[in-house]
C-alpha cells in the first residue's frame, strides 16, 4: 500500500515568518493529494488540495508544490499568524484510500 | 449545508461495556469513512463505505469492532466488548464520489472516547 511521510513533525515560527511543511509517498498510481489543518479539539479541515496533473497551486498566502517524479509535495505558508498554529496533515489518494502523514504541529509565535 | 455529524462528541465507559458511535454524512456524499486518531498511530483508516456497501474494512482492528450503514444519511461504529486501548478519537468523514479517485473527504468533529 501507499506510505505518506512527513517532516517536520514540529515547526516553529516567528509571525510574519513563512513554513515549509514537506511530504512525500511511495506509490505513484497515487493522484490527488490534500492538505487539512487541524485546530485543537476539531476535526481536520481542507485547506488546500492538489492533482496529480498539476505542478503548483497557491490560494492567498497558502500554496502546495508537486513533483510527481520524485514523489514529493510541499504546503508553503506564507506570512504565517498565530491564527495558523495547528497539526497540518498531508495526504495521498490511492484508489480513494487516504493515506496520511504523521502530522507535523505548527506553532506562530507572535 | 451541515458537515458531518457525529455522536456522541465525548464518551467515557468502562472496560467491556458496548460502545456506539454514530455519523451522519453530508447530504449527497455517497461514500463514508471511518478513522481513528491516536498519538502514537495517527489517523487510521478503520472502514470505508461506497453507496452503503463496505468496500474496505481491512483497518477495522479486531472483530470487537463493527460498522454498518443501513442508509445514505446514517452509519454505526460499535466496539463490543471495550478496552482501554480502544481510547482515541474516532471520526467520521464522507465525500462525492464518482468512479475514480481525486475527492475532497470531509471530516466531522469527531467522538472522543475514553475507556476506564
Known amino acids: 500500500g501507499e506510505n505518506v511521510e512527513q517532516h517536520p513533525s514540529t515547526l516553529s515560527v516567528q509571525e510574519g515568518d513563512s513554513a515549509v511543511i514537506k511530504c512525500t509517498y511511495s506509490d505513484s498510481a497515487s493522484n490527488y493529494f490534500p492538505w487539512y489543518k487541524q485546530e485543537l479539539g476539531k476535526g481536520p479541515q481542507l485547506i488546500i488540495d492538489?492533482?496529480?496533473?498539476?505542478g503548483e497551486k497557491k490560494d492567498q498566502r497558502i500554496a502546495v508544490t508537486l513533483n510527481k517524479t520524485a514523489k514529493h509535495f510541499s504546503l508553503h505558508i506564507t506570512e504565517t499568524q498565530p491564527e495558523d498554529s495547528a497539526v497540518y496533515f498531508c495526504a495521498a489518494d490511492n484508489f480513494n484510500k487516504f493515506y496520511f502523514g504523521s502530522g507535523t504541529k505548527l506553532n506562530v509565535k507572535p | 449545508d451541515a458537515g458531518v455529524i457525529q455522536s456522541p462528541r465525548h464518551e467515557v465507559t468502562e472496560m467491556g461495556q458496548e460502545v456506539t458511535l454514530r455519523c451522519k454524512p453530508i447530504?449527497?456524499?455517497?461514500?463514508l469513512f471511518w478513522y481513528r486518531q491516536t498519538m502514537m498511530r495517527g489517523l487510521e483508516l478503520l472502514i470505508y463505505f461506497n453507496n452503503n456497501v463496505p468496500i474496505d474494512d481491512s483497518g477495522m482492528p479486531e472483530d470487537r469492532f463493527s460498522a454498518k450503514m443501513p442508509n445514505a444519511s446514517f452509519s454505526t461504529l460499535k466496539i463490543q466488548p471495550s478496552e482501554p486501548r480502544d481510547s482515541a478519537v474516532y471520526f467520521c468523514a464522507s465525500s462525492l464520489s464518482p468512479q475514480g479517485s481525486g475527492n475532497t473527504i470531509y471530516f466531522g468533529e469527531g467522538s472522543w472516547l475514553t475507556v476506564v
Open positions: 492538489i492533482r496529480s496533473n498539476v
Open positions: 447530504s449527497g456524499h455517497n461514500s
